[in-house]
């Protein structure tokens, strides 16, 4: 069985600082990994997403992510985050069978920025 | 950008009654899933849907919940009778699902109180 931890539930920090939100994952099959956003009252969005290949990735925002195989490990990372910042990040991992595409969700991480 | 359309953004609803949630994806996509949200929590898969089948209804509670995607397009959410624990965010996703790294597309989703 697939699954997703994200061990921490909320992350403030104040704005122009650096933040990275965990992401661990556990799998039996081949999976490929999502960071979704989330907004107040909004459905989630993505973020970016890990396939293959280098195993740093760049995504919307000025968001990256960093794949770690032995770790299973893909924390989201971002230099400098701004108060627009401020929502609900959500780790996914997607993987195919006979049945279509599936995905698990972690439990999600509330990043709060601060002024 | 195409979207996933869901209705209604709002609904309040006594326990009991029947309340009904409409979503339209985006064309094309072969999947469709519906997500349960409670406020602060992550996301439960209700039911997945691959054109018109169900593929995953495994957490659908099916004494009061059903859904359906006659046509292998538009899709019903349908809660009767209504209970006070049902009040979350509904969310429904399409995926083209054709390939593993097919992201989900979410729609806004239907806020549901139940009083």
């Known amino acids: 069985a697939q699954s997703v931890t994200q061990l921490d539930s909320q992350v403030p920090v104040f704005e122009e600082a650096p933040v990275e939100l965990r992401c661990n994952y556990s799998s039996s099959v081949s999976v490929y990994l999502f960071w979704y956003v989330q907004y107040p009252n909004q459905g989630l969005q993505l973020l970016l997403k890990?396939?293959?290949?280098?195993?740093l990735v760049k995504g919307i925002n000025g968001f990256e992510a960093e794949f770690n195989k032995s770790q299973t490990s893909f924390h989201l990372r971002k230099p400098s985050v701004h108060i627009s910042d401020t929502a609900e990040y959500f780790c996914a991992v997607t993987w195919l069978d006979n049945y279509g595409q599936n995905f698990v969700f972690g439990p999600g991480t509330r990043l709060s920025v601060l002024p | 950008e195409a979207e996933v359309a869901q209705s209604p953004r709002y609904k309040i609803t006594e326990k009991s009654q029947a309340v009904a949630f409409w979503c339209d994806p985006i064309?094309?996509?072969?999947?469709l899933y519906w997500y349960r949200q409670i406020l602060g929590q992550g996301l439960e898969l209700l039911v997945q849907f691959q054109d018109e089948s169900v593929v995953d209804d495994s957490q659908l509670p099916k004494d009061r919940f059903s859904a359906e995607r006659l046509k292998g397009v538009d899709s019903t959410l349908k809660i009767q009778p209504a209970e006070l624990g049902d009040s979350a965010m509904y969310l429904c996703a399409s995926s083209l699902a054709q390939a593993v790294d097919s992201p989900l597309h979410f729609g806004n989703g239907t806020r549901l109180t139940v009083t």
């Open positions: 064309s094309g996509h072969a999947t």
């Open positions: 890990y396939l293959s290949g280098s195993t």
